[in-house]
């Protein structure tokens, strides 16, 4: 790693957009940690893009993003400062399950973990010109139940529980964005695009964009100077779009407020 060299975080990165997403940045000089819970997908990720992009400062974090004990673990390992963080990682079981801490899979990993790895590791990134947060979300969101977010009195349904998980996304990015500002942190949302992945199949559904159509907007979020400065957003085939859902402040401060009481 050389001086002046930039060092980014990608979560869910070796989904089909996640690799699109760290392929582009490792692709503009970023040394790229990959961060998913396979070791061995990671690994055949970290080769494929050093083949890829010729950039060979491309390391590898096996993170359980469902766990806070991981997540913590992850940040305590942590060195020298954070440029970029893209929080990716998403799930969408067919099923309810639980993680081992005891908290729905879909919340733990979807909404939970963006709002994990904010806290834990925007303390590396203050006051570090330009540092930016990009959380990809989805044009599909909504039906947010704050009474009961993991599905344990209403009927589990993983396209529901997926959508609320996004609006979550949308909501938080908003609320981090303002209590960041003052660190130089910007803290933005986007849709990615419809791409054909393992969590599209999961609510079967296929795509009609590729994976570097899909990444496009989360990568002008991470790297274009267009949106240099700009936070609180949310952002849909590379422009700025309302949110109704961030524009609710009661609401954006009860789910944080939801969120760090999940210990």
Request: aromatic share 8%.
């Given at each position: 790693?050389?001086?002046?060299?930039?060092?980014?975080?990608?979560?869910?990165?070796?989904?089909?957009?996640?690799?699109?997403?760290?392929?582009?940045?490792?692709?503009?000089?970023?040394?790229?940690?990959?961060?998913?819970?396979?070791?061995?997908?990671?690994?055949?990720?970290?080769?494929?893009?050093?083949?890829?992009?010729?950039?060979?400062?491309?390391?590898?974090?096996?993170?359980?993003?469902?766990?806070?004990?991981?997540?913590?673990?992850?940040?305590?390992?942590?060195?020298?400062?954070?440029?970029?963080?893209?929080?990716?990682?998403?799930?969408?079981?067919?099923?309810?399950?639980?993680t081992s801490e005891g908290i729905e899979?879909?919340?733990?990993?979807?909404?939970?973990?963006?709002?994990?790895?904010?806290?834990?590791?925007?303390?590396?990134?203050e006051n570090i010109p330009d540092a930016?947060?990009?959380?990809?979300?989805?044009?599909?969101?909504?039906?947010?139940?704050?009474?009961?977010?993991?599905?344990?009195?209403?009927?589990?349904?993983?396209?529901?529980?997926?959508?609320?998980?996004?609006?979550?996304?949308?909501?938080?990015?908003?609320?981090?964005?303002?209590?960041?500002?003052?660190?130089?942190?910007?803290?933005?949302?986007?849709?990615?695009?419809?791409?054909?992945?393992?969590?599209?199949?999961?609510?079967?559904?296929?795509?009609?964009e590729s994976p570097e159509e899909g990444?496009?907007?989360?990568?002008?979020?991470?790297?274009?100077?267009?949106?240099?400065?700009?936070?609180?957003?949310?952002?849909?085939?590379?422009?700025?779009?309302?949110?109704?859902?961030?524009?609710?402040?009661?609401?954006?401060?009860?789910?944080?407020?939801?969120?760090?009481?999940?210990?």
């Amino acid at each position: 790693m050389h001086e002046n060299q930039k060092t980014a975080i990608v979560t869910g990165a070796y989904g089909a957009i996640g690799q699109a997403i760290a392929a582009g940045i490792a692709m503009n000089g970023y040394r790229v940690i990959l961060v998913g819970r396979d070791s061995n997908m990671l690994e055949n990720t970290r080769k494929t893009l050093v083949s890829r992009t010729g950039n060979n400062d491309i390391l590898v974090e096996a993170v359980d993003l469902g766990l806070h004990a991981d997540i913590a673990s992850f940040s305590r390992r942590w060195k020298g400062p954070l440029h970029l963080l893209v929080n990716n990682a998403a799930t969408a079981p067919r099923q309810r399950t639980e993680t081992s801490e005891g908290i729905e899979v879909q919340w733990a990993t979807n909404v939970l973990a963006y709002f994990r790895m904010t806290q834990y590791f925007h303390p590396f990134m203050e006051n570090i010109p330009d540092a930016r947060i990009v959380n990809v979300a989805s044009y599909w969101a909504g039906g947010l139940n704050l009474s009961d977010p993991e599905f344990k009195t209403r009927t589990y349904d993983n396209d529901k529980s997926y959508r609320q998980a996004k609006q979550a996304n949308r909501m938080i990015s908003a609320v981090f964005a303002e209590r960041l500002i003052q660190a130089g942190i910007t803290v933005n949302s986007c849709h990615p695009g419809d791409v054909n992945s393992k969590l599209s199949n999961a609510f079967g559904f296929g795509g009609s964009e590729s994976p570097e159509e899909g990444a496009a907007t989360p990568l002008y979020l991470s790297l274009s100077k267009d949106v240099q400065g700009i936070t609180g957003k949310y952002y849909e085939h590379l422009k700025a779009a309302a949110c109704p859902f961030s524009a609710d402040r009661n609401a954006t401060e009860a789910l944080f407020r939801l969120c760090e009481s999940a210990g």
